[in-house]
């Protein structure tokens, strides 16, 4: 951000950057920076102007001084930029840059901002203009639940209510699960990059706040974080979307695994996100973090299997530990009282089989045991595996099946393009079994935005794509 | 709700508009997105927040000619509503419809689509 600011002071002419400062980014926004636009924001004196400021006001001037002068004094917020003075140079951030500032005005005030964009229009160097503005100006419910209605699916236009899940989502059994570890291990740290509500740990945020962390939208900053307090002895879990896992890639690699630093990487919306599109599809993380060595990676096929990964998580020192999981609801497995060790690199043989072994990698597990169904409705015998393990496989299972079946088929809600599937070929290739795999997965494209039942029935992501692809490869 | 006010299909109907009739179309814009959403579900708060400033900076600028960058995009759905996508805002983040965040390939209008929040800066660098 700063090597940006810096580089647009330098290079940069006509540029007009909006801050839209609501407060608000996703939920309230936090840290140093926000208590300085509040500091801006809320100082009273804005009597001196700058230069440039004047030059403004005589701008304004002509186009009805009364007018203007009247905004100035009633207007609570001012107009311009206070000048620096005191202890505490005012003389904003931005200025420092050498990016002229100008603000904060009332981002709601429509003939105000018309007249300062034309004011601004008119300036040959990059400016930085401060607005005022209510996240959910208009709509009482929104202005009263910020962060419920920064996006949200269908409500109720009167009451603003929206309709309530039978089941906990991923999200809210990961925030729950890890609040109630950090109360029995002192050690527990969380931290966001501004997705308290999004990730779930307004819970923990509420019951344990001196070990939860909110860095802001800083991926890369959160992850360096985490390493720092690992290095103390603490056990981080730093909480990140997949999509936004992507950001710090190069921490998890030079910082993390390098020294193996026991960091939790727990990456919600692990798996196609749906209607937010491509921007937000967690399809990645598999093939970005499967090359990293000493890395493991897990993802859970139910709610109850979601709690003992955590804990073991909880209690593995040995390197970075990543989990995935996906958006919204799971199939609703209650977790038993006590979670349990599992064993990192042992899957879980279902059943047993000698035609076909369906391999579905946690929210495709399910697919899976659909799919087993309509193959044994075929007369095909099926073998059916929970394989838990991204990193490191369950290499014994696999080997073992693969040479049971005349099929492999992998399932996973992530890209075909080096993901589970692919390493589950290296695999038994290395290993010299020869029995054909086919994949169920995401193309090798930019997967559009729409819901998920929809597009996984378009690309091929349900139990009648995968019987096809299983048929057709039985068939060759 | 003003029902005299012309229909917006492009920048150019919004500049045609009298300024005194811009407070009943920053109205008409709020009760649409809140009315469309409850079905649709979105990025409601923070649209809310720049229905102003979206009209303002087309009233002042020209796009495409001008650049309008969203940091982050999900603040561009009043943008789209007056970039000649009023009429699919119904469609937003529905499959096949208008996607959520601005998208190059969706119109002329959105000249950046970012998704993850903080870029804005990076990308505006230009004599």
């Known amino acids: 951000m700063f090597e940006a600011l810096n580089n647009i002071a330098a290079h940069t002419k006509r540029l007009i950057t909006v801050l839209n400062d609501n407060e608000w980014s996703i939920d309230k926004n936090v840290g140093a920076i926000a208590k300085y636009f509040n500091s801006i924001a809320t100082h009273p004196g804005y009597a001196n102007l700058h230069e440039k400021a004047s030059k403004f006001v005589e701008f304004m001037l002509g186009d009805g001084a009364r007018k203007l002068a009247e905004r100035v004094e009633n207007s609570a917020k001012g107009l311009l930029l206070p000048q620096s003075e005191g202890p505490h140079n005012r003389s904003t951030l931005f200025e420092e840059f050498g990016i002229r500032y100008y603000g904060p005005i009332d981002g709601h005030d429509l003939p105000l901002l018309i007249q300062t964009f034309e004011f601004l229009k008119t300036q040959n160097e990059p400016v930085i203009l401060h607005i005022l503005t209510e996240k959910g100006r208009g709509y009482k419910p929104a202005l009263e639940d910020p962060s419920k209605f920064h996006g949200l699916g269908k409500y109720n236009i009167e009451t603003g209510e929206t309709q309530a899940t039978d089941k906990p989502t991923y999200s809210q059994v990961f925030a729950r699960t890890v609040t109630d570890f950090a109360k029995e291990d002192k050690k527990i740290v969380a931290i966001t990059a501004a997705m308290p509500g999004g990730t779930g740990l307004m819970c923990f945020k509420k019951e344990i706040p001196e070990r939860y962390f909110d860095v802001g939208i800083a991926e890369e900053h959160a992850a360096l974080f985490a390493c720092g307090l690992a290095v103390q002895g603490l056990r981080p879990f730093l909480t990140i979307y997949s999509t936004f896992m992507q950001r710090a890639i190069d921490m998890i690699i030079h910082d993390m695994a390098i020294q193996h630093l026991p960091v939790r990487l727990c990456m919600d919306r692990g798996g196609l996100s749906g209607d937010d599109g491509p921007t937000h599809h967690g399809l990645f993380d598999i093939a970005y973090l499967r090359g990293i060595p000493g890395l493991v990676h897990m993802q859970p096929k139910d709610e109850d299997e979601f709690v003992d990964m ?89 080997e073992d099946i693969a040479k049971k079946v005349k099929v492999v088929c992998t399932l996973e809600d992530h890209i075909l393009m080096n993901g589970f599937g692919c390493g589950v070929i290296e695999h038994l290739s290395t290993a010299g079994i020869t029995t054909p795999v086919v994949r169920v997965g995401w193309p090798d494209a930019f997967v559009e935005h729409g819901t998920p039942a929809i597009l996984r029935q378009k690309h091929g992501l349900t139990a009648e794509a995968t019987v096809e692809k299983v048929l057709a490869q039985l068939a060759i | 709700m003003d029902t005299t006010l012309p229909t917006i299909t492009s920048p150019t109907d919004l500049k045609a508009l009298p300024p005194e009739q811009l407070p009943a179309l920053a109205e008409k814009i709020r009760a649409t997105l809140i009315e469309t959403l409850s079905e649709t579900g979105g990025h409601l708060g923070p649209n809310l927040g720049v229905v102003e400033l979206t009209i303002a900076m087309h009233r002042v600028f020209d796009t495409p000619k001008d650049k309008f960058v969203f940091d982050v995009a999900h603040q561009g759905y009043v943008h789209k509503m007056l970039t000649g996508r009023w009429d699919k805002i119904h469609t937003i983040r529905q499959y096949e419809g208008l996607n959520g965040f601005l998208l190059r390939s969706e119109s002329e209008h959105d000249c950046y689509g970012a998704g993850h929040a903080r870029s804005l800066v990076d990308l505006c660098l230009r004599r």
């Open chain 1, 310 to 398: 955590l804990w073991t998580m909880a209690n593995y020192e040995k390197g970075p530990i990543a989990i995935r999981y996906p958006r919204g609801n799971g199939p609703g497995v209650t977790p038993k009282a006590q979670p349990r060790l599992l064993e990192i690199g042992k899957g879980e043989l279902i059943s047993d089989g000698t035609d076909v072994a369906l391999i579905g990698l946690g929210d495709m597990f399910t697919t899976a045991q659909a799919a087993k169904k309509l193959l044994e409705a075929k007369g095909l015998s099926v073998a059916l595996i929970n394989p838990r393990w991204i990193k490191p496989l369950d290499a014994t299972l696999i």
